[in-house]
């Protein structure tokens, strides 16, 4: 692979740094949209009309959408691996373990791409740190094994930024595989600097009859060793290096589920460059992982979730109790679709109404609150001020969330998208303390 490829890293911001980006950063830029803010919106009452005037002035076109993700693609070292057997032997499997999505949502992630192959991207198509390639008709009786390596061949011609290896999985007891020795020979004498790792897998199958659990890894079986050396024989000049995994579902009542993703991970980590080998750790690592492509979004959606902040604040210092609910309501409506586009979703109006209900839960009261206490006169309208911007900044925080977790194929997580949320709002309400002076 390139320098390139070892020089890329994903970003490791710290808490510190982040916190010292938003108080700095966004406190130098709320001054300045204060004032523009307050300006433009004043000319453009009565109030009904300035949710489609903030959406019109903070709209995002497709092609931009298009050029932030493609800046946040080139900072991740995007690993595609090709994943050449037959039905049945652990392929999405191995998916399931390298990313921890569940099982169904892998099913539903694969999606044709040639005649004899599919394709999953993760956590997205539009920007993937994995992109498995899936061969499918393999043991066909009717399969043109010849077709299938044109297909294969014409996906690794084309030109890419990413590491590409080779994972041959086979069952351990599955001898025939002439096939698929056939296919992976041509494929190693035509792009020899592809690195090929042989997969062996389904180990329970011919664990000893008495055997209930997997054993300390590596499995010390007689019937495990035999089969696992004739497989790397089969093998031999083809394969870079061999491992042994046993990915099974939580109902088979093997532990542990993921057998042997150690050992797998090092192995590919072996045979990747370093940047790439870095991200597969960091894969295993969910948390931290999903902070660090959650820091790469969520920066980009800062930029957009400041203004409708701004707006929102500008909006609630009108002196009527109620009047400006129905535009707030569609304002932040709007941010949230547009965040939702910047993550890949595209909504109707009342599909991110919808969003904004599931997320702010708990808000509720307190905005009914804010309201009433704008008959409180002069204090009460730069409270409901202040509380808008921080909490429309928080609704922002919490849908980028919400958003990531879909991204991921993660059902989102409503605990956890309440908390950022209360977070949030807590320190954006120190920052948004001072706007009134503008």
Not at 118 to 135: C, G, K, M, W
Not at 273 to 294: H, M, N, T
Request: aromatic share 8%.
């Amino acid at each position: 692979m390139t320098e390139q490829h070892d020089s890329q890293q994903l970003s490791k911001p710290t808490d510190k740094t982040i916190t010292k980006s938003i108080d700095n950063s966004w406190k130098n830029q709320i001054a300045g949209a204060w004032n523009k803010a307050t300006t433009r919106l004043t000319q453009h009452l009565p109030v009904e009309q300035l949710a489609q005037t903030v959406v019109e002035w903070f709209s995002v076109s497709d092609t931009q959408v298009a050029e932030i993700l493609e800046k946040i693609r080139a900072e991740l070292p995007t690993t595609e691996a090709l994943l050449i057997g037959k039905p049945q032997a652990g392929k999405s499997s191995i998916v399931r373990g390298l990313t921890g999505v569940s099982a169904e949502i892998v099913g539903q992630g694969f999606r044709p791409h040639t005649q004899h192959t599919q394709r999953y991207a993760y956590p997205s198509n539009e920007v993937p740190l994995l992109i498995f390639t899936d061969t499918v008709g393999l043991g066909d009786v009717k399969q043109d094994t010849q077709r299938i390596i044109q297909e294969l061949v014409g996906d690794l011609q084309q030109e890419t930024r990413s590491a590409r290896i080779l994972l041959l999985t086979v069952k351990i007891n599955d001898f025939a595989t002439d096939t698929l020795r056939q296919i992976a020979q041509q494929l190693r004498q035509k792009y020899p600097d592809i690195p090929c790792l042989l997969v062996v897998t389904c180990l329970h199958e011919v664990y000893p009859g008495d055997t209930v659990d997997h054993p300390t890894y590596p499995p010390d079986y007689q019937e495990v060793n035999r089969a696992f050396a004739a497989m790397q024989q089969a093998f031999a000049g083809i394969s870079d290096r061999s491992v042994l995994i046993d990915f099974t579902l939580e109902e088979d009542g093997y532990t542990q589920v993921f057998y042997g993703l150690e050992a797998l991970r090092d192995s590919l980590a072996e045979l990747l460059p370093q940047a790439e080998a870095q991200a597969i750790y960091q894969l295993l690592d969910r948390e931290e992982v999903g902070k660090q492509i959650g820091n790469l979004y969520r920066d980009t959606a800062r930029r957009y979730i400041l203004p409708f902040a701004i707006m929102s604040a500008t909006l609630a210092a009108v002196p009527l109790p109620f009047a400006t609910m129905p535009v707030l309501t569609a304002l932040q409506g709007s941010m949230v679709g547009l965040l939702g586009k910047l993550y890949g979703q595209t909504l109707t109006p009342s599909q991110a109404g919808g969003v904004v209900s599931a997320i702010a839960g708990g808000f509720l009261a307190q905005a009914i609150a804010r309201e009433l206490i704008k008959f409180i006169p002069g204090f009460g309208s730069a409270i409901a001020a202040s509380w808008a911007a921080a909490y429309t900044w928080a609704l922002g925080e919490a849908a980028c969330v919400y958003f990531g977790d879909l991204m991921g194929g993660k059902k989102p997580d409503p605990q956890k998208i309440q908390l950022v949320m209360q977070e949030a709002f807590k320190a954006a309400q120190e920052r948004f303390k001072g706007i009134k002076r503008y």
